[in-house]
């Protein structure tokens, strides 16, 4: 019998990189289009650069503040890392607290899921009371944050494994926790890694309210301060660094989730099979 | 019925290694109960290769996972070489088969193949179940692809992993519920010669459920129809055709007798299922 296996020609390194850059294009096309209209626009108009910067003087800020705006996304950034690592660990132990102990789950979830119609902006002010100023307040509100797409993505992962492979394992013999241990776990690993995905950009978001609420240095202090001070290219200058620092986290999560679960589907909205 | 071929009259004669005694199956409580399985009455010989076919709802399924311990039935008497399922099941005398193969993405096949053996005895060192599980996947033919991973094999070969990993439990009985169900028909056709020469050298006892005439017909020496309203064994025919069985078998006017007299039963059960 003559089977062959679906073989993938297309997973060599250069065709890969030559199809993302390919991707990218349009993407990049777009960018500029807009940042000439942009540009036009400010010149034409006689826009005030203290309402709208024009992208020139946006990157003149970057250039010129380039020392202060790295040193405010240091802090912004060890602070989303230490929210977002206790984000994935809280979210994924609570996932597994609901799947492996039932009664306390059924107790817990729908407690998570009301915590979450709390606005957590609300909360930022109060956990600058009782945390202070530092890092911890922040840590905080980003957990709070973050935690929530971590846990509902691990637990859809732990639940949805096949009912008929569980069958089989309980056929002969397996204990609740062996299937919990070789099956669910290992099933959910994709899922968490979409989990973690969405907590990272809530993490940077988390950051920058927490920043917001009180703070003596990061990227959300500086725009902050910025814009009390109307140096408004500053602002969005600072801006420009969130991003970077957003995406850059994105990627690394990204690239990780390639090494955790090599086996795992890829999902590559910008080049589609289908 | 005329029974030509030899291997059926042994069959008739020897030892019944399952035997069903008036077996009920009832779900749900109080007023929303209600029977998928009444009055079923089935033997099967050792080492003989049976199908229950039937229209969807009928309960085969149903009667497979009684088979395997997995449904308990609420009347009547289950015996698996003497024992109860949960017994059977135990004594690593069942093998099971999914429609869907049901392999961990994550391992390989050689690992898929040792997985339920790795679970079903823990002194079993790994390189021992491995061992084992790369014997039976050259049992199937697959001792080529064992490092690979089921996204790298193709729908008949990730089938195969399946029946290795419930072979590595080395099961007296192979429960199988439309193994090919999601295959397509020239895969299809290559599994069932693929089973049969495995059943032949493996002499497992096989139940196979299915809902395609001709694969019951190729494949089993008898076949048990099953109807609803209420689900229940219709009639037991014996297929006069001879093993090895092989292309020259859909010639034989006994195979098209044969699945004449199943469509028949089929679409009679299925009529009187219908009426309301």
């Known amino acids: 019998m003559s089977e062959a296996a679906p073989r993938d020609a297309r997973d060599t390194m250069g065709a890969r990189l030559r199809t993302r850059a390919a991707s990218a294009l349009p993407a990049a096309g777009l960018a500029v289009l807009v940042l000439v209209l942009w540009e036009a626009a400010i010149r034409l108009f006689h826009v005030s650069p203290f309402i709208v910067p024009a992208p020139s003087a946006i990157a003149v800020a970057l250039v010129d503040k380039f020392p202060l705006l790295m040193a405010a996304a240091a802090v912004t950034a060890q602070e989303v890392v230490f929210g977002f690592v206790l984000s994935a660990l809280v979210g994924a132990a609570l996932a597994l607290l609901i799947v492996r102990f039932r009664l306390f789950g059924r107790a817990l979830y729908p407690l998570i899921v009301l915590f979450q119609t709390v606005p957590k902006v609300a909360l930022a002010p109060i956990f600058i009371l009782w945390f202070g100023f530092n890092l911890a307040p922040k840590i905080v509100l980003i957990v709070v944050i973050a935690f929530f797409p971590v846990t509902l993505d691990m637990l859809a992962g732990l639940e949805s494994v096949e009912p008929s492979l569980i069958a089989l394992m309980r056929s002969v013999g397996a204990s609740e926790h062996d299937v919990l241990v070789r099956v669910q776990i290992p099933h959910a690993l994709p899922h968490l890694m979409s989990g973690l995905k969405i907590a990272i950009t809530f993490s940077v978001i988390g950051a920058i309210i927490g920043e917001f609420a009180g703070a003596s240095a990061g990227l959300g202090y500086m725009i902050e301060f910025a814009s009390t001070q109307l140096e408004t290219a500053l602002v969005f200058a600072a801006l420009v660094v969130v991003s970077v620092v957003g995406v850059g986290f994105f990627y690394a999560i990204e690239a990780t989730e390639r090494l955790i679960v090599p086996w795992a589907p890829k999902f590559d909205p910008l080049n589609r099979r289908d | ?276």
């Open chain 2, 1 to 276: 019925m005329a029974v030509s071929d030899g291997r059926t009259q042994s069959a008739a004669t020897a030892e019944t290694l399952i035997a069903l005694r008036d077996v009920a199956v009832e779900y749900g409580v109080g007023a929303g109960r209600h029977r998928v399985l009444s009055g079923i009455e089935l033997e099967v010989a050792r080492g003989s290769f049976v199908s229950i076919i039937g229209p969807s709802g009928c309960g085969k399924s149903t009667l497979l996972r009684v088979l395997a311990g997995l449904v308990a039935p609420s009347a009547g008497t289950v015996a698996i070489a003497g024992l109860s399922p949960a017994d059977a099941v135990k004594r690593r005398l069942i093998g099971l088969v999914f429609q869907d193969a049901n392999l961990l993405p994550w391992k390989s096949a050689l690992d898929n193949a040792a997985f339920l053996l790795e679970v079903s005895d823990r002194r079993l060192k790994r390189a021992e179940t491995r061992a084992r599980a790369l014997e039976i996947l050259k049992l199937v033919g697959l001792e080529r692809a064992a490092g690979r991973r089921p996204s790298q094999l193709s729908g008949g070969m990730r089938q195969r992993v399946s029946i290795a990993r419930a072979l590595a439990l080395d099961p007296e009985i192979l429960l199988m519920d439309e193994p090919f169900g999601a295959l397509d028909a020239i895969t299809r056709e290559e599994m069932s010669y693929f089973l049969l020469d495995l059943w032949q050298r493996t002499r497992k006892t096989v139940v196979f459920v299915t809902h395609s005439i001709d694969e019951a017909v190729f494949l089993s020496s008898r076949v048990h129809v099953m109807g609803v309203g209420p689900a229940r064994i219709l009639d037991t025919i014996d297929v006069p055709l001879a093993y090895p069985r092989t292309e020259a078998c859909f010639e034989d006017p006994a195979f098209a007798r044969t699945e004449a007299r199943l469509r028949a039963l089929l679409l009679e059960g299925h009529g009187k299922g219908s009426e309301p």
